[in-house]
C-alpha cells in the first residue's frame, strides 16, 4: 500500500493550524483527511527544524547523565579497590 506525498507546504499550513490557531489535531486531521499520527509526525519534525538547538541540548543533556552514571560506578569500584588492597595488605603482613 503506498502512502500519499504531501508537500512541505501542505505539512506546514496543517502544522499551522495546530499550533498557531489552536484546532484540536484530531478534528484537522478529520478536515484534512490525514492520520492523527501523520500530523504528530510533522509537528514534531516541524518543531526540530525550528529548534534544532533544542534536540541538541536534550542529546547532550543525556550524554551528560550517561557519563555521570558511569563516573559514579568507576568511582565506587575504585574504592572498593582501595579498601581491597588495604585488606590484603594488612593480612599479608
Do not use: C
Not at 499550513?13 to 489535531?25: C, F, L, M, P
Not at 510533522?42 to 543525556?62: F, G, H, I, M, Y
Amino acid at each position: 500500500m503506498k502512502g500519499i506525498r504531501y508537500t512541505d507546504e501542505f505539512k506546514s499550513e496543517a502544522v499551522k493550524q495546530i499550533t498557531e490557531r489552536g484546532y484540536d489535531v484530531a478534528d484537522v486531521a478529520k478536515r484534512l483527511g490525514v492520520s492523527v499520527k501523520s500530523l504528530y509526525k510533522w509537528r514534531r519534525e516541524s518543531e526540530q527544524k525550528n529548534n534544532p538547538a533544542d534536540s541538541d541540548v536534550a542529546t547532550l543533556k543525556l550524554e551528560v547523565a550517561k557519563l555521570n552514571a558511569a563516573l559514579k560506578r568507576t568511582t565506587e569500584e575504585r574504592d572498593i579497590l582501595k579498601k581491597a588492597a588495604v585488606y590484603f595488605a594488612s593480612q599479608s603482613g
